[in-house]
Every structure is written in C-alpha cells, then in structure tokens.
C-alpha cells in the first residue's frame, strides 16, 4: 500500500561528518559514522552489531581469511581472544602460522612500493612478497623447517592415535607454540583461552611445507577433517538449541565463512528442516563483489537467507571496506567503549583437551 512506510522517522535523518572539538575519540567517530552514508554507515553499523554481540549471550565465531597476519592483523586477533570477545576461530592456514614470523628470532616484515617493485629483483635478493610487504625467504622457510616441522615429529612420537580433528592438531600446536616462547601467537593464544581454531585448508601454508619437511610426518596421525564438521556442528547446535544463538563475524570471506555458514544449514538438517537455525547476527567486512564469484556465500542479507544461514530483518551487516582500515577502528572503539579491564565471560563450547 502507498504511504505504509514513513521515511521522515527522525532517527533516520542522516548527519553530516564534523570534526569533533576537544579530545575526539574513535567511540565517538563511529557513532557519528553510523548515522552518515555508504560504507562511513556501514562501518558504524558493524561496530554497533559487534557490540551487542559481546554484551548479548550468543556464541560469537570470527572467520578469518586472506593475507591479514603478514598485514600486521594478528595482535588484534589475539586481543579478541584474550578479552573474551571470540568464542570459535575459523581461518586459513596462512594466518594461523605466519603470525608466528614477527616472533622469530627477530624476524622483520618490510614495507615496499606495489606499484613500483621489480618481484625478480626481490626472489634474488632473498624476499617473498604479500602486495606491499615483504619477508626475508629465510626466514619464512625456517618457519616451516624450525617451527611446523618440529611440532609435527614431536606429535608423532606422542599421538596414539591413528587420527586427529583439525581443531585438538592446533590446540596441541597452541601449547607446543606456548611452550617455547610463541606466547603472543594467534594459536599459544587459543590454546590459553580455550579458543576452538577450525581450518579445512590446513596445508595450504607453514604447515604443509612444514608435514612435507617433518622426518617423522610418515608416523603423525592423519587430520580429520569430517570430524571437525561434526565437532563444529555440536558446537553450532549447543548454541542453537539451548536459546543462546550464535553469531558471526567475517574478516573477508573464502573457506572460513563458508565454514561457518554451512553448520547452521547442518544443525538445522539435523532436526529435521521444520525450521531453519539462522545467525542471530552476521557481519562482513570485504571488498568482494557477488557478481564476479568472489563473495563466498554471497551477502549475509540476500542469498544467505535462501540456506536458512541468516534470517530476514536481523542484525545483518555487510561493510565493503578493507579489512586493515574496518578491523583497527572497530577493536578500538570496542576497547574504548568497554574499558581496559573487561572482559566477556561465557561457557566454553568444550574442552579442547577431551576432543579426539
């Protein structure tokens, strides 16, 4: 019916950006962002989401995907982790093991011109290149030699088991980290806080250089990926079933959101598709587009909902932004608005040393 929807709600009126008098903070830009346009509205929109996540009951996982812990990302991970703020981890191989290069021996990332950079000169000189930075090669491969390979001929000699679900291999990579010195790392992290890390591209990384390498990499157990689906899933369907929900943010998108997403169309196949278990709340921050393929999943607002994954009308956030720019003024607008010593205290999804 013409004239059903009012579009003079004044808390609808959109704002013009000024610069604040005084002792501005990111808390304050935010909130004035949220009430502005494109993607400055978007950004406020997601940090206003992620807030009600942490101050809300619901499982909150983070899928954590493209080059982000070359980029410098990793200690705002951590961060999360540390103040309660992530319950599950979902990430690629790579920023589970190169956050561990700027905690070896002293090992440097170095910023460099794109657009202006000759990659032959780099490979002789003995650099590897993510875009704009760069890694001394041997460093990197001592990654894989000194760190991953290391780690798998210790398990080797330890696991019973023929098998190992991904999430109990990087717990136990999380202590071994822990144990000599890897404090800071995304995993030593995970393991201390009982973070359940997810990777179904495991070798695509420091870890698979690192299997390949491993002298004893014949007698390790074999990681099970299916297992991780189904101990994924429990986690999803405890969260679901019990009225806590379960909420999700994506730092890009690729496998990690993908595997976030598909266990809420599993929990609901799991009794019986009467009705579907979707998100409670979903944020995306990419630069990705649906029509060119890239946008796993496709945007959390649209055919997202098709799968039962998120529901029509929630709290649905889809920022286009880059990540570096979106994550670092969201994490300190949190900071500044729940203060240093908060933290979010909530029940484990499980004990990770019981899992097998």
């Known amino acids: 019916m013409p004239g059903k929807r009012r579009y003079d709600d004044p808390s609808l009126v959109r704002e013009p950006m000024t610069v604040a008098d005084g002792d501005p903070s990111v808390l304050a830009m935010l909130s004035k962002m949220r ?3 494109f993607q400055g509205r978007q950004l406020g929109q997601a940090f206003e989401v992620w807030k009600r996540m942490i101050e809300g009951p619901s499982l909150v996982c983070l899928g954590y995907a493209a080059s982000l812990s070359s980029a410098g990302m990793w200690p705002l991970v951590t961060w999360l982790m540390e103040r309660g703020y992530i319950d599950v981890l979902a990430s690629t191989s790579a920023n589970i093991t190169e956050d ?4 070896l021996d002293g090992t440097r990332v170095y910023r460099v011109d794109a657009d202006d950079v000759d990659d032959a000169d780099l490979w002789t000189a003995g650099y590897y290149r993510f875009y704009d930075h760069i890694v001394s090669k041997e460093k990197y491969d001592q990654l894989e030699t000194r760190v991953t390979s290391a780690f798998i001929n210790e398990l080797a000699e330890r696991w019973r088991k023929p ?30 806080c009982q973070v359940p890390v997810f990777c179904c591209g495991l070798p695509d990384g420091p ?17 099970d990926f299916f297992r991780d689906y189904r101990i994924a899933t429990d986690i999803m369907d405890g969260a679901m079933t ?9 730092l890009g998108g690729g496998v990690p959101k993908d595997f976030l997403q598909i266990t809420a169309t599993s929990v609901s196949s799991r009794h019986g598709n009467e009705d579907p278990r979707p998100h409670v709340a979903a944020i ?15 945007a959390l607002a649209t055919e997202c909902i098709s799968w039962g994954k998120e529901a029509k009308g ?10 570096t720019i979106a994550l670092p003024l969201i994490c300190q607008g949190l900071a500044e608005h729940f203060g240093p010593a908060h933290r979010r205290l909530h029940p484990k999804p499980l004990n990770l040393s019981e899992v097998y």
């Open 284 to 298: 995306q921050i990419t630069t990705d587009n649906t029509i060119y393929g890239g946008l796993g999943g496709a």
């Open 207 to 223: 870890l698979g250089e690192g299997y390949d390498k491993a002298a004893k990499a014949d007698q390790a157990p074999v990681v």
């Open 163 to 192: 098998t190992i679900p991904t999430v109990r291999f990087l717990h136990e990579f999380g202590l071994w980290l822990e144990g000599r010195g890897f404090t800071r790392s995304i995993l030593a992290t995970a393991a201390r």
């Open 242 to 250: 019990s009225g806590r929900g379960t909420s999700v943010v994506f």
């Open 35 to 37: 009430r502005s346009a």
């Open 314 to 323: 929630g709290d649905n956030v889809m920022c286009f932004a880059d990540v």
């Open 100 to 103: 561990l290069l700027e905690q």
